[in-house]
């Protein structure tokens, strides 16, 4: 048995814990949940905080149970929420849920044969045939109106941070929520509950209908809500969430936003987001504040949590693409892209869309810089660019005279011009 406190605690990812919850976990095996919303068919990196405590309490030589909300993604829970949640059919909250697991698995052992394998539980599954008369005889009768209305969560809703107050249904949430923990404390014998500190008025209300209902014991385990150095959202980039999913978020814009952050939030995240040791970051943080310019840390950091959600080929590939617009990369390196991480790479360049019919007997490089892209203003300038030597066809320098054919085309879709070393633009031949 590890000790799961210690280790979550100088990683940074303790926020509050309930008295007794260390020596309850030094006693022997035990069994925690963390809830995660199902309303997509893919978790996003602000799951992963949850996901990395599960992780930590399964090599702590504990048992984690992820928790698929199915029943309380069709409510939606008022924590720090401003709206409430659409609400999903069944079939969408299953195909969610299988994809989730799926994704999880890549963290979790769910397989093995080991009494702390990870489970997936559904709470659909327990609240699809409670109807409303039982529920309020045998769970809301157990806690008090005046108790719900201290949370912090109500409160900040009723005192006006959104127009329209707040739902029966919201208001109802901590008890759903409380009555899985009840749940799975009858069920799997499931002591703790952990989530983002934002959980804590909810977490402790399944806690305490344990306590009323059982006359049992139960803890509650949060960590705080990450946040990033500049104030900025954690998990968020110009295009949305940066998803687990590859569809959703490519490898290369996944390796991309974790090499792009900062020295002080690298040094935070390299100890919640990987499982390296206290003595290796440690001496990578030593390492990083030497040179900080070569970006140790970040660099580190962006492999290891790369080759975790996605895979080592993954992060080569993502390399690979990083090296395109700033190292010296050849024609060959260009075509080796998929064309969704093509994309990526170029994201924000210029493009023009051109009839690929017109590529049959091939385009002269003038009329492509001007007449067919507009990347030069006139043939006059694409002349001079090219007898400058300034021009670059899929990297590699053109003079005029030069014709653009189908053997140029990247994925059979892409010719990538170049003035300069900073000037791109993109032809997309459809």
Same mark, same amino acid.
């Given at each position: 048995m590890k000790n799961f406190i210690e280790e979550v605690t100088w990683r940074g990812m303790l926020h509050d814990v309930m008295p007794g919850t260390e020596e309850h976990l030094m006693e022997q095996m035990r069994v925690a949940y963390v809830g995660i919303d199902p309303t997509a068919d893919s978790l996003h990196i602000g799951h992963l905080v949850g996901?990395?405590?599960?992780? #930590?309490?399964?090599?702590?030589?504990?048992?984690?149970?992820?928790?698929?909300?199915?029943? $309380?993604?069709?409510?939606?829970?008022?924590?720090?929420?401003? %709206?409430?949640? %659409?609400?999903?059919?069944?079939?969408?909250?299953?195909? %969610?849920? =299988? +994809?989730?697991?799926?994704?999880?698995? /890549?963290?979790?052992?769910?397989?093995?044969?080991?009494?702390?394998?990870?489970?997936?539980?559904?709470?659909y599954d327990w609240m699809k045939s409670f109807s409303f008369l039982d529920f309020i005889r045998d769970v809301g009768k157990h806690i008090t109106v005046n108790y719900m209305m201290a949370k912090d969560s109500v409160k900040k /809703?009723?005192?006006?941070?959104?127009?329209?107050?707040?739902?029966?249904?919201?208001? $109802? *949430?901590?008890?759903?929520?409380? *009555?899985?923990?009840?749940?799975?404390?009858?069920?799997?014998?499931?002591?703790?509950?952990?989530?983002? +500190? =934002?959980?804590?008025? %909810?977490?402790?209300?399944?806690?305490?209908?344990? /306590?009323?209902?059982?006359?049992?014991?139960? *803890?509650?385990? $949060?960590c705080p809500l990450i946040t990033k150095a500049d104030g900025t959202k954690f998990g968020k980039s110009e295009g949305g969430n940066i998803w687990l999913d590859s569809d959703r978020t490519s490898p290369y814009k996944f390796y991309q936003y974790w090499l792009n952050t900062s020295d002080t939030d690298a040094e935070k995240y390299i100890k919640i987001f990987t499982f390296l040791s206290k003595e290796e970051i440690e001496k990578l943080i030593a390492q990083h504040y030497e040179?900080?310019?070569?970006?140790?840390?970040?660099?580190?950091?962006?492999?290891?949590? $790369?080759?975790?959600? #996605?895979? /080592?080929?993954?992060?080569?590939?993502?390399?690979?693409? +990083?090296?395109?617009?700033?190292?010296?990369?050849?024609?060959?390196?260009?075509?080796?892209?998929?064309?969704?991480?093509?994309?990526?790479?170029?994201?924000?360049?210029?493009?023009?869309?051109?009839?690929?019919? =017109?590529?049959?007997?091939?385009? =002269?490089i003038v009329t492509i810089l001007n007449e067919k892209s507009g990347f030069m203003k006139s043939n006059g300038e694409a002349r001079r660019s090219l007898n400058e030597n300034a021009i670059s066809v899929n990297r590699e320098k053109v003079q005029e005279g030069f014709i653009v054919t189908k053997k140029d085309l990247i994925n059979n879709q892409f010719v990538l011009l170049q003035k300069g070393k900073k000037n791109y633009f993109v032809l997309n031949f459809q």
């Open positions: 996901v990395m405590l599960l992780k #930590h309490f399964q090599l702590s030589g504990h048992k984690p149970l992820a928790l698929v909300g199915g029943a $309380t993604g069709m409510i939606g829970d008022p924590s720090g929420k401003s %709206n409430e949640r %659409n609400l999903l059919d069944e079939a969408t909250l299953q195909h %969610n849920q =299988d +994809s989730i697991k799926a994704q999880l698995s /890549r963290f979790l052992d769910f397989t093995s044969d080991a009494p702390n394998a990870a489970e997936m539980v559904n709470n /809703r009723l005192n006006g941070e959104a127009a329209d107050g707040m739902s029966f249904t919201e208001f $109802t *949430y901590q008890l759903v929520q409380g *009555y899985d923990f009840l749940h799975l404390y009858k069920a799997k014998n499931c002591t703790l509950q952990m989530g983002g +500190s =934002d959980q804590w008025g %909810n977490i402790t209300t399944g806690t305490e209908l344990v /306590r009323r209902i059982e006359a049992g014991k139960a *803890y509650a385990l $949060t040179a900080p310019h070569l970006r140790v840390l970040q660099k580190k950091l962006a492999e290891e949590i $790369t080759v975790m959600v #996605h895979s /080592r080929e993954d992060l080569e590939n993502a390399i690979k693409a +990083s090296g395109i617009l700033f190292g010296q990369s050849t024609a060959d390196d260009l075509k080796e892209l998929d064309s969704k991480t093509f994309l990526d790479v170029f994201d924000g360049v210029p493009q023009a869309d051109i009839a690929l019919a =017109d590529l049959e007997d091939g385009i =002269d």
